[in-house]
C-alpha cells in the first residue's frame, strides 16, 4: 500500500551531521505518523525518534535528545531525521516506519508499525 524509499547515509567522521530522508508514495502522509529506527549489528531494533500525525507532536529516545531532529513535510511526502554530532555509537542501519493508528503504549515497538523503508546505512568514524 505505501512504499518507503529511504537516503542521505553514508561514512562520516565523529561530530559530524547528516541527514536522512525517506519519501512515501502511494500513500499521503499527513494520514500516518512517523518513525525512525536504527540496529547494529548483532543488536535489535531500536526506537529513535516518531512524529505522530496529530498536532505534530515529537518523541525521542533518551539517547538522542538534544542530537537529532524528527521532522516532516506532508506537502512533499518527506520525513527526514536531522543527525548532529554523530558518534561511533551511532552507526547503524536506519529505517523509517509509518503507521495509521499508532499510540503512545507503542511508540516505541517495531511491531506497531505497518511500513518499513530498506534502511540505509549510517557509518561513524572515530
Known amino acids: 500500500q505505501v512504499t518507503l524509499v529511504e537516503s542521505g547515509g553514508g561514512l562520516v567522521q565523529a561530530g559530524d551531521s547528516l541527514r536522512l530522508s525517506c519519501a512515501a508514495s502511494g500513500g499521503t502522509l499527513s494520514r500516518y505518523s512517523v518513525a525512525w529506527f536504527r540496529q547494529a549489528p548483532g543488536k535489535e531494533r531500536e526506537f529513535v525518534a516518531a512524529i505522530f500525525r496529530n498536532y505534530g507532536r515529537t518523541y525521542y529516545a533518551d539517547s538522542v535528545k538534544g542530537q537529532f531532529t524528527i521532522s516532516r513535510d506532508n506537502a512533499k511526502n518527506m520525513v527526514y531525521l536531522q543527525m548532529n554530532s554523530l558518534t561511533p555509537e551511532d552507526t547503524a542501519v536506519y529505517y523509517c516506519?509509518?503507521?495509521?493508528?499508532?499510540?503512545?503504549?507503542?511508540?516505541?515497538?517495531?511491531?506497531?508499525?505497518?511500513?518499513w523503508s530498506q534502511g540505509t546505512q549510517v557509518t561513524v568514524s572515530s
Open positions: 516506519a509509518l503507521d495509521s493508528s499508532l499510540i503512545l503504549s507503542s511508540l516505541r515497538s517495531s511491531n506497531a508499525y505497518d511500513w
